[in-house]
């Protein structure tokens, strides 16, 4: 065993019935990374994370864990602590119990447990909180208690499901900031299943994407971003512009009346006339120094525009590209200097080196 192959899924499938959740996943986590499952409702996030646990078998595959064969192994002989979303606390057991749960089952002496269960609350940073109980405690503080208790036993490795998802927004950014840099110095290899992009994006070493059950791309977090393996990557990572195109051979594709080349590395590199989508983030334009000359020089007019704080995304309807508008990313700033607003003009260049391809589905 190595220590890039610290978790092995191989072949994983699981079938409900004659309902397939997932779909031959193949994965290798390495120790003391931090990974994120991301992907939306219903894709198997949880179903992938259960069978890791043991909480739920898997139809097909197998599961090595630090070189050992876990495949079979009921939850209580695998080496892991869980977190969920929400409620899991025990209401009748005090903050101490609770944290404590798993050492008293593993009969340690009870001195050597209060200290551990103090040393576990100062590290989620509820010193002293030992005596309350869960009711008594704000969501986000029932939350640190949770992973107080999942890291209890020192596990090899620390799996959430949606820990943050049924926080407020501010807590939730706290709070992840906060797992993420305890991950970092106890080392733990950590799974967090989240159906949040920002979330994963920020926290993540690598980001898995999952879809209907299998597996779409895994990458760092610039690779899914920058980079998307397939549509649905680009489509539900991020914000992105769809344009509808005719591939001309060589990479080049013409969009309305404007003709774009695509860098070789984006394009899977499609036939002359074959129907195609190119993929641009809202920011992959040039606004700032643009020329005159610039053979991707735009002009439209701007439909609508959405304010976001210190970026406004408008809606804008390019000239030479019917049928289409595009969503465009301005910094505040920006819509100063250039006068950006509702019904006026904008002239930027698009950015074909940010461009990516995908074949349009033949229906
Ligand atoms: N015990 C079960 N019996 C039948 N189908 C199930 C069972 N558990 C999960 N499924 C189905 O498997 C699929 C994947 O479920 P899973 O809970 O893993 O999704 P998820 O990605 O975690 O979604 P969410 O973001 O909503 O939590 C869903 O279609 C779900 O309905
Ligand atoms: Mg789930």
């Known amino acids: 065993m190595t220590d890039a192959k610290y978790l092995q899924l191989q072949g994983i499938s699981k079938h409900f019935g004659a309902f397939t959740a997932l779909d031959k996943v193949d994965l290798a986590i390495r120790r003391g990374e931090f990974v994120c499952f991301l992907g939306p409702s219903g894709c198997g996030k949880t179903t992938l994370l259960r069978i890791i646990a043991g909480l739920e078998s898997q139809s097909t595959g197998s599961i090595l864990q630090g070189g050992r064969d876990i495949s079979v192994l009921p939850p209580a002989d695998r080496d892991y602590g869980i977190m969920f979303q929400s409620y899991a606390l025990f209401p009748n057991l005090s903050v101490s119990e609770n944290v404590a749960y798993g050492l008293v089952n593993r009969k340690q002496p009870r001195a050597q447990i209060a200290a551990r269960v103090e040393e576990l609350l100062r590290l989620v940073g509820l010193p002293g909180s030992g005596a309350k109980f869960p009711a008594q405690m704000s969501g986000g503080q ?143 334009r040039v606004v700032d120094g643009l020329r005159e000359d610039d053979p991707l020089r735009c002009a439209g007019r701007v ?58 589905a033949v229906a």
């Not at 969503?327 to 080196?353: C, I, K, P, T, Y």
């Open 142 to 284: 029932q939350q640190r208690v949770a992973l107080a208790r999942a890291l209890a036993t020192s596990p090899g490795l620390l799996l959430l499901d949606e820990p943050l998802s049924a926080l407020d927004a501010i807590v939730r950014v706290h709070l992840r900031n906060e797992i993420r840099s305890l991950q970092r110095q106890l080392g733990v290899t950590t799974i967090m299943v989240t159906h949040d992009q920002e979330e994963a994006l920020s926290v993540a070493d690598r980001i898995v994407v999952m879809n209907h059950g299998v597996i779409e791309q895994v990458g760092t977090p610039m690779q899914v971003y920058r980079e998307p393996a397939s549509a649905f990557v680009a489509n539900f990572v991020g914000k992105v512009n769809r344009l509808r195109a005719v591939a001309e051979g060589d990479h080049w594709y013409r969009v309305g009346d404007k003709r774009l080349r695509c860098l070789p590395d984006a394009d899977p590199g499609c036939n002359a006339g074959r129907e195609v989508s190119l993929y641009l983030r809202p920011e992959d």
């Open 303 to 360: 439909r609508s525009v959405e304010f976001h704080g210190a970026n406004c995304m408008a809606e804008v309807d390019v000239d030479g590209i019917p049928d289409q508008s595009m969503q465009l990313q301005f910094s505040l700033n920006q819509m100063d200097e250039f006068n950006v607003h509702e019904g006026g003009m904008v002239h930027f260049a698009l950015r074909a080196d940010r461009l990516r391809v995908f074949p349009t």
